[in-house]
T-cell receptor
Framework: EPEVTQTPSHQVTQMGQEVILRCVPI?????FYWYRQILGQKVEFLVS????????KSEIFDDQFSVERPDGSNFTLKIRSTKLEDSAMYFC???????????FGSGTQLSVL | TQLLEQSPQFLSIQEGENLTVYCNSS?????LQWYRQEPGEGPVLLVT?????EVKKLKRLTFQFGDARKDSSLHITAAQPGDTGLYLC????????????FGTGTRLKVLA
């Protein structure tokens, strides 16, 4: 079965540094998402992306966050200046169309020190 | 704002027992999904329910969407150790939106 792949699986960074989390969605999918899950807490929506632009974003997704689809295959989440509270598991997901099954990647565990 | 509450938060049962997990909200959802998440992995979709009152079965798992589309339940018959995991409900508030709101999760452990 096709799958969403995320790299790296673990990322450790110093507070204030920029990080880029990478995702390769399923090739024929059109809708892309980032979610995050702080340890022991629920999965939280960050942003959705369609047709090369942000469709929706949550209040968590402030000016420190940005997303990009630089080519036909990658979908990235950039955090410009990381904070301690950004430490979480970040999940990328994709779907073929709205309301369709979301396929999640295995996540990137981000630790901000 | 906590839109989707799941209960119980934790559940530890013996193999062979039945259990029900609930997902409740004061909001109406156009559709609702149930996921299972293993440690260190992303959520994996189990089912999507769309119509109020809809019941779907997936082997020993039975999913129901409330008539008013505000709540849902997951019933597992004769639980097995392989059912152990974090069960998440996720709702779409308005059809055609680009996000799902996840519930608080139910961590299930089935003991052999």
């Amino acid at each position: 079965e096709p799958e969403v792949t995320q790299t790296p699986s673990h990322q450790v960074t110093q507070m204030g540094q920029e990080v880029i989390l990478r995702c390769v969605p399923i090739s024929n999918h059109l809708y892309f998402y980032w979610y995050r899950q702080i340890l022991g807490q629920k999965v939280e929506f960050l942003v959705s992306f369609y047709n090369n632009e942000i469709s929706e974003k949550s209040e968590i997704f402030d000016d420190q966050f940005s997303v990009e689809r630089p080519d036909g295959s990658n979908f990235t989440l950039k955090i410009r200046s990381t904070k301690l509270e950004d430490s979480a598991m970040y999940f990328c997901a994709s779907s073929l169309s709205l309301g369709e099954k979301l396929f999640f990647g295995s996540g990137t565990q981000l630790s901000v020190l | 704002t906590q839109l989707l509450e799941q209960s119980p938060q934790f559940l530890s049962i013996q193999e062979g027992e039945n259990l029900t997990v609930y997902c409740n909200s004061s909001s109406v959802f156009s559709s609702l999904q149930w996921y299972r998440q293993e440690p260190g992995e992303g959520p994996v979709l189990l089912v999507t329910v769309v119509t109020g009152g809809e019941v779907k079965k997936l082997k020993r798992l039975t999913f129901q969407f409330g008539d008013a589309r505000k709540d849902s339940s997951l019933h597992i018959t004769a639980a097995q150790p392989g059912d152990t995991g974090l069960y998440l409900c996720a709702g779409e508030r308005t059809s055609g939106t680009y996000k799902y709101i996840f519930g608080t999760g139910t961590r299930l452990k089935v003991l052999a």
